[in-house]
């Protein structure tokens, strides 16, 4: 019996420390909080945002359009770059985008924006970028 106690109050033990370690590290995170948030109301004009000391900088060649492909640049200092596109407030599936580059400081993609039958404009960039994640609102035309 007091053997079952022991590891009973050994298991609660190490769930607190890992829990701690997981808050601390970010191992915990769920992928709907991003660790940052931008307004980029005009996106092909292009959007700053920072990561500790490194500034980014993310457009589109030009303005977004539902029903065109989405040319998507990122430049700043990486290793590796994924995108998707969703609707505010809603999920649109599946549409992981993996940006390229040749020096690991400018970054471009393809990418389509999601269809959308409600014909809302509302939409949301999810960067991750060195497992680091923003979400960056914006605007279709």
């Known amino acids: 019996m007091n053997v079952i106690k022991f590891m009973g109050g050994l298991l609660i033990l190490l ?3 890992l829990a701690i370690m997981g808050n601390k590290f970010g191992w915990f995170t769920p992928d709907n909080e991003p660790e ?6 005009v996106f092909n004009e292009g959007c700053v945002f920072h990561f500790e000391e490194q500034a980014y900088q993310v457009k589109s060649l030009a303005p977004l359009n539902a029903n065109k492909p989405v ?16 609707m505010q407030g809603m999920e649109m599936g599946p549409n992981n985008y993996r940006l ?3 020096d690991q400081l400018h970054w471009s993609a393809q990418t ?4 959308c ?10 960067l991750n970028i060195d497992g680091r994640s923003i979400h960056i609102a914006t605007v279709s035309h």
């Not at 389509?112 to 269809?115: I, Q, S, T």
């Not at 039958?117 to 999810?126: A, E, G, H, Y």
């Open 36 to 41: 940052a948030r931008l307004n980029c109301p």
């Open 100 to 102: 390229i580059s040749n």
């Open 71 to 86: 040319q998507l640049q990122l430049t700043g200092k990486a290793r590796v770059v994924h995108a998707s596109w969703q």
């Open 112 to 115: 389509a924006l999601p269809m």
């Open 15 to 17: 769930g607190l420390a």
């Open 117 to 126: 039958t409600n014909k809302r404009q509302d939409w949301l960039l999810k």
